[in-house]
């Protein structure tokens, strides 16, 4: 990679839409460019956006939801003749 040429990066925004950062080519299912006016430009991914493939917020409106979190593990359950009390254990 030169100075001249920044990475590209993509961000999957939590219940939203993707973030491309970067000089990427953008191409519709026909194979055409679709002109970008912007330096970083919001992909849609929920399907509703009415300027396709660019994201125009209906994301918000139709209550689209990702699972892009990473699951927490679950709290430990203390067994039998265990303390509850946070940070201590059956005597």
């Given amino acids: 990679m030169t100075a001249e ?3 590209v990066v993509l ?3 939590p219940d939203g839409p993707i973030l491309v950062r970067g000089e990427v080519e953008i191409r519709d299912a026909a194979g055409r460019v679709v002109p970008r006016r912007r330096a970083t430009v919001a ?3 929920c399907g509703a956006s009415g300027i396709k493939p660019f994201c125009d917020g209906s994301h ?3 209550g689209f939801r990702t699972d ?3 699951p927490r593990p679950p ?5 039998p003749g265990a ?3 946070p940070g201590r254990g059956a005597s």
Avoid at 75 to 79: D, K, R
């Fill in 60 to 62: 918000k409106a139709i």
């Fill in 11 to 13: 961000t999957a925004c």
């Fill in 43 to 45: 992909l849609c991914r």
């Fill in 5 to 7: 040429t920044a990475p």
């Fill in 75 to 79: 709290e430990p359950v203390p067994g």
């Fill in 68 to 70: 892009d979190e990473v």
């Fill in 83 to 85: 303390d509850a009390t």
